[in-house]
Each structure stands twice: as structure tokens, then as C-alpha cells.
């Protein structure tokens, strides 16, 4: 009950109490018998009893028992799948009480109920998809291979072609599991100092081929030596998802950089290219899982690499953002804390 409902009991009580003192000195009540007195009292005071009884009884029925029950059945609602429910709370926002407290707190959870079952609806079906595809790949070409006519050049091609398939495919369910462990925090990072620009230095070593099969600029800027304090092979994950991505989307005879820096608490990795960039529609789900902005999936992906990025530098306690527009290529910025 709030400060205006007890001043109201309170004031009814009195309001009682004067009846009563009323009564006292009636000069009717005066000149009746000590015992007709007591019973007049008493039967005062239980026609009292009764009437805040039956009071009681309302209130809680009108204000706790009824929106009860009403939650109670839009939470069954809820629970066989319908998360279009919502309850209106019973006063506006300045005077809430806690059943409006609590409505408000149930539509949230709905809405967030909705959200899940929405992204996982999704998950299902580009895991679906993205399965889908590389199966059909190898499909087709291993029935082709059972045609004894095809030339030995031919065949070659075929097999290479299922083996790039089993690679994607193999790649895919890799990425699923890795994520699914970084979400449910089964993976514990393995916390050690080392060198990050020699990492970085190996990583990008590692794409020197791709590259040059596009021909692209390869801008570094960074320091001869950098120590942190991070799990090593995760970080791993993180620099060729970004460099894939980066020499995915940059037109041959473009330019990728990388970048860093240290300050006294942080250091900061940032790869950059001249490619496609994107839309602000697209920066806002670039790390959401099987989001790819390229929806005409010409590009070779499963639009989970960034997502694992994300999730990985969250683990390890750092920061991932992005700067890009349309025609002006992108540049990932990932903020770690350094060595103790």
C-alpha cells in the first residue's frame, strides 16, 4: 500500500474511533444497562470487522489476486510459443507500483523471449543453407564423376572442386562449434604474455599469396615490439578473420593496412582497405551471426567469421569496432589491454 492509501486507513480508522466516542456519550447509550451496552460495543465493532474485511477482501482482488491471474495467463501464453503478448500497466510511468513494475519487467522479457526464438528460427535455417550448398557442390560433381567418358583433366577438376566443398563445409561446422563454446563460455583463454606485433607479423606472412593473386598494397605501421597479456592462438582467429575479410572485399590493385599502436594501458590493432565499404544498415549487424553483407553471397563466406572475432576479443576483455562507408573501403579497430 502506498503513503495515500495508508493516510486513507488511517483516516478512516479515526473517523471509526469518533463513531464510537459518539456513541459514549448518547444519552440513549448512556441510560441502557452496563451489559446492553457492552453488546451494542461489540456489535459496533464486528459490523466494523466485517465491512474492513469485505474492504480487504476487494483490494486484494482488485489490485493483486485479478492482475495476478492475468499475468498468470498471458505467462502460459507465453510459454506455448506466443510472444505477441503484452501487458498494459494500470497507471502511467510516474505512479507505478510494483504489479506495474512487474508488467513492465514481463513485456521485457517477452519481447527479449522473442528476439531468441527469432535468431534461433534464423540460426536454423542458414546453418540449413549454408550446409545445404557445399552438399548440393559435392553432389553433383561426385555423380559426375561416375561418368566414365570424362577426360583425366576433367576428373581432376571435379575432385578439387569436392575437396574446396568438404573444406567450406568442414570450415563451417568448425566456426559453429568454436562460437558455441564462446557463447556458453566453455572455452577458458589461455592467458600469456607475447609479442603481438611478431603474431601480427606472422599472420600477415601467412596471406602473402593471396596478396599478390590480387594484387594488392600491403601498408604496415607498427612497433618493433608490443607485450600483452592474451590467449594467443584466440587472437589468431581474430587477425585472419579480419585480413580474410579485408583481402575478400578490396578490388585487385587495392590497398590493406595494418596498424599499431600502444599507449600505457592498451594497445590497438586496426586493418584497413580500400574495398566496397558499407552501408550504416549493414555496420549495425556486421558481428550478428550468418549476417553477410553482401546478400547476393557471390562473395565466399558463412557469415560467421566476424561474429567469432567479436566474441573472441569480448572474452579476452577487449573492445572490436568499425569505421566504413560505401565506396570508401573499412578499417577494424581492436583495443586490448597490455601486459601487466
Not at 469518533?18 to 451489559?35: K, R, Y
Not at 568438404?166 to 568448425?174: A, H, K
Amino acid at each position: 500500500m502506498d503513503g495515500k492509501g495508508l493516510a486513507i486507513t488511517y483516516g478512516v480508522m479515526l473517523f471509526l474511533v469518533g463513531i464510537q466516542s459518539g456513541l459514549l456519550i448518547w444519552p440513549v447509550f448512556i441510560a441502557l444497562p452496563n451489559i446492553a451496552k457492552i453488546v451494542v460495543i461489540m456489535g459496533y465493532w464486528a459490523v466494523v470487522a466485517l465491512a474492513l474485511v469485505l474492504l480487504v477482501n476487494w483490494q486484494i482482488k482488485q489490485y493483486y489476486d485479478r492482475p495476478v491471474r492475468k499475468l498468470s495467463m498471458v505467462s502460459k501464453k507465453v510459454a506455448e510459443g506466443n510472444f505477441l503478448v503484452h501487458l498494459e500497466p494500470r497507471h502511467s510511468a510516474d505512479e507505478y507500483d510494483f504489479i506495474d513494475v512487474m508488467y513492465t519487467d514481463f513485456n521485457t522479457m517477452v519481447q527479449e523471449l522473442g528476439s531468441i526464438e527469432t535468431l534461433k528460427n534464423d540460426f536454423i535455417s542458414n546453418v540449413s543453407h549454408e550446409i545445404k550448398t557445399p552438399l548440393a557442390i559435392m553432389q553433383n560433381y561426385a555423380s559426375a564423376l561416375r561418368n566414365l567418358n570424362i577426360t583425366p583433366e576433367q576428373r581432376l577438376e571435379y575432385t578439387e572442386t569436392i575437396i574446396s566443398a568438404t573444406d567450406r563445409l568442414n570450415n563451417l561446422v568448425s566456426n559453429i562449434l568454436k562460437l558455441n563454446k564462446l557463447e556458453n563460455q566453455k572455452i577458458i583463454p589461455s592467458m600469456e604474455e607475447y609479442d603481438l606485433c611478431g603474431q601480427l607479423t606472422e599472420c600477415a606472412l601467412s596471406f602473402e599469396n593471396l596478396l599478390d593473386a590480387k594484387n594488392l598494397a600491403f601498408n604496415v605501421e607498427m612497433d618493433d615490439r608490443a607485450l600483452i597479456r592474451a590467449d594467443k592462438s584466440m587472437l589468431e582467429i581474430v587477425w585472419n578473420n579480419l585480413l580474410t575479410n579485408a583481402i575478400k572485399f578490396t578490388e585487385p590493385g587495392g590497398t590493406i593496412s595494418l596498424a599499431q599502436t600502444s599507449d600505457e594501458n592498451t594497445v590497438t590493432v586496426t586493418i584497413s582497405d580500400t574495398g566496397c565499404g558499407m552501408s550504416e544498415s549493414t555496420l549495425k549487424h556486421i558481428f550478428d551471426k550468418f549476417y553477410q553483407g553482401d546478400t547476393s553471397h557471390s562473395q565466399e563466406g558463412n557469415g560467421l567469421g566476424l561474429a567469432l572475432a567479436f566474441r573472441v576479443v569480448e572474452l579476452l576483455g577487449g573492445k572490436i569496432s568499425v569505421e566504413s562507408s560505401p565506396g570508401r573501403g573499412s578499417a577494424f579497430s581492436v583495443c586490448l589491454n597490455t601486459a601487466a
